[in-house]
């Protein structure tokens, strides 16, 4: 397996790379590499590197004796976060003269973009093939640029090369090659991805399918050994991304079922050829449980430099956490009857906007009319967004949905250029704490419905299933990433040892916990076992109520385990723990850790036990 890249992304293992990986004649896959964590948007959150998965079909040859070129096919290129690894490696991999090259757009943001413009400058003649949708965003992202972003020409201008020819796709088409290869490109757009295309190749049954089956992880191997080893992040990905748009998402699926698929081989990640029917099937599961949700928040937005669409993702992934169903809609590529239909059967209200030349976008601005003649006002409504210089589109929906009757579940986010890892996960808890109270609030008005007493909390299996005790600890977590530091706190107390050898205990942990972001696998932690007699006071600091990103142990003594987890130094014993494995229980996840540390520190004390009257609670 040859390696592609620039001089300086070869010097270590921690830089940027792009390998060849052949597939078949006439086919291979440039991947780029990144170890590293590239961006802070939440589905980067298991900080295991990434991939960028392009597929190049170098065999459509054409001409005569006198005249010979190639034109070649670049599906799902890459973005300029790897042009300086990527542009050396397809010059490489074409090594006929190329007359054309035919780019396969899959989704269009920013990043891509700016890769395209370089290859529309190095390439005589390149021809885009793009969804509709997809045809729209290029022609609006084509020409825009930050400042120094091309280099200037003589008379003072940026060079930006003229928009190439796209060749648009509304719902299917094909492209043969002159070895038997044909690709059949499917428009996929979604609420995340509007222009969506995805390609299958027919002879291979290889669906090259950008974001849908992805996973962030840094993997040179062509296919998976192993889906054990990955579904952790591929199910990581769908719900930071899928989840908010499971409908959309699973009408997508149902349709790939009908194609002769051999090979899923997604845009990041490691391609899945023995397993992808596994993997729908997942993907349908996921989405079955996503949409049983008996409340429903409508998540309204627009993006143009992706700032905007990544605090969405944030919220989204926040909300979905507590199993309340979000309803996700690009309100640039929504129709306006959807649009009505999702705003009055919500029961609360997301909205989102970037400032534009200190304006809202105008679907904003019209999603923000419907929301105001249609929306009701009992029910919360959050805002949200990005800005440059400015806030003037925030202050707007503020103002306008304050002077509506609105009332706000949170202040407004407003968020100047990128968020960053912090502070996407305190949107996260954000999201979580809006969709907890659109919970509480019908619980309480269940309980005034039918008197009291809930049916759950009087049956007679529930009340035995409280009977079952566990010692009663503090879970502590710290993660430190390039540039941030995170941490968490949670009172545990499904606690359970589960192996002698290796030693190892489970934990329960709830899916809106905050804290469960940070016990993935690999992730380690440390349970605080507290002391009869001795727990209440402890308890008292970590079951107060923690606004959004709050500090758990502001004020708190800390002393530090071996991996620089928080330990309370009145707690009887201390375990450091490192997670491999965690299983789906409900509304749960099930922590299977095995111990690498630990200290007993009050060798007279006793467990402190956590007695309850009913499993409907903790």
């Known amino acids: ?180 290869h044909t690709i059949c490109l499917i428009a996929a757009p979604t609420p995340r991805w ?48 899928m989840a908010p748009m499971a409908t959309q998402v699973t009408t997508l699926v149902d349709k790939l079922e009908t194609l002769d698929i051999q090979t899923l081989a997604p845009g990041h990640g490691p391609a899945i050829s023995t397993s992808w029917r596994s993997l729908l099937n997942s993907y349908q599961r996921w989405g079955e449980a996503q949409q049983q949700g008996s409340l429903t928040v409508a998540l309204l937005f627009a993006s143009a430099y992706g700032n905007t669409a990544a605090i969405a993702d944030a919220l989204a992934q926040g909300v979905s956490r507590t199993g309340v169903l979000v309803e996700s809609l690009n309100c640039e590529f929504t129709p306006a009857d959807q649009l009505l239909k999702t705003i009055q059967r919500a029961d609360g209200y997301l909205i989102g906007s970037p400032t534009l030349g200190g304006h809202a976008p105008t679907p904003i601005v019209s999603a923000l009319g419907t929301l105001l003649s249609e929306g009701d006002r009992s029910k919360p409504v959050g805002i949200f967004g ?25 202040e407004p986010i407003k968020i100047k250029f990128s ?7 305190t949107i996260s808890e954000t999201g979580t704490q809006f969709a907890r109270e659109l919970k509480k609030q019908k619980r309480l008005l269940q309980k005034r419905t039918k008197g009291g007493l809930t049916e759950s909390r009087s049956d007679p299996a529930v009340l035995a299933l409280g009977r079952v005790v566990g010692s009663l600890s503090v879970l502590t977590a710290r993660k430190n990433t390039e540039k941030e530091t995170l941490s968490g706190a949670m009172v545990a107390s499904w606690i359970s040892q589960a192996s002698f050898t290796p030693p190892g205990l489970t934990v329960a942990v709830a899916k809106d916990r905050a804290i469960e972001t940070l016990l993935h696998r690999d992730d380690s ?94």
């Open 1 to 180: 397996m040859r390696l592609f890249g620039s001089k300086h992304s070869q010097q270590g293992s921690d830089q940027l790379k792009v390998i060849k990986i052949p597939i078949d004649d006439g086919l291979i896959s440039l991947r780029g590499l990144s170890p590293k964590r590239l961006r802070f948007e939440v589905e980067y959150g298991l900080e295991r590197g990434s991939t960028d998965n392009s597929f190049l079909f170098s065999d459509v040859n054409t001409g005569n004796s006198d005249h010979n070129y190639q034109t070649a096919i670049l599906v799902h290129p890459p973005g300029a976060t790897y042009s300086k690894e990527f542009i050396p490696a397809l010059k490489n991999a074409l090594k006929e003269r190329i007359e054309k090259l035919q780019i396969i757009v899959g989704h269009v943001n920013p990043n891509r973009v700016n890769l395209l413009r370089e290859l529309a400058t190095l390439f005589p003649e390149v021809e885009l093939f793009s969804s509709n949708p997809g045809a729209k965003l290029l022609k609006e992202l084509w020409n825009q640029q930050k400042p120094n972003a091309f280099k200037n020409n003589s008379k003072g201008q940026q060079d930006i090369p003229s928009l190439p020819k796209i060749q648009i796709v509304r719902q299917e088409k094909e492209i043969s090659t002159s070895s038997g």
């Open 194 to 241: 509007p222009g969506g295309l995805i390609a299958f190749e027919k002879k291979l049954g290889l669906l090259m399918s950008d974001k849908f089956f992805a996973a962030h992880l840094c993997a040179p191997e062509w296919a998976e050994a192993n889906s054990n080893n990955t579904e952790e992040d591929r199910r990581h990905f769908y719900e930071c991304l």
């Open 386 to 410: 990005s800005f440059g210089w400015s806030g003037e589109a925030l202050d707007l929906l503020e103002s306008k949905l304050q002077d509506g009757g609105f009332k706000f579940g949170f």
């Open 419 to 425: 968020p960053d890892m912090t502070t996407l996960k």
């Open 525 to 618: 932690f440390t349970l605080n076992v507290l002391s009869a007699g001795n727990e209440q006071k402890i308890m008292k600091q970590f079951l107060q109520p923690f606004a959004p990103g709050a500090d758990r142990f502001s004020g708190v003594v800390l002393e530090h385990s071996p991996g620089g987890h928080p330990i309370l130094p009145k707690a009887l014993a201390w375990l450091e723990c490192t997670v491999r494995q965690r299983i789906e229980c409900g509304d749960h996840w099930l922590i299977y850790a095995e111990v690498d540390h630990g200290k007993v520190l009050d060798k007279e004390g006793v467990t402190a036990v956590h007695h309850r009257k009913s499993g409907a609670n903790y």
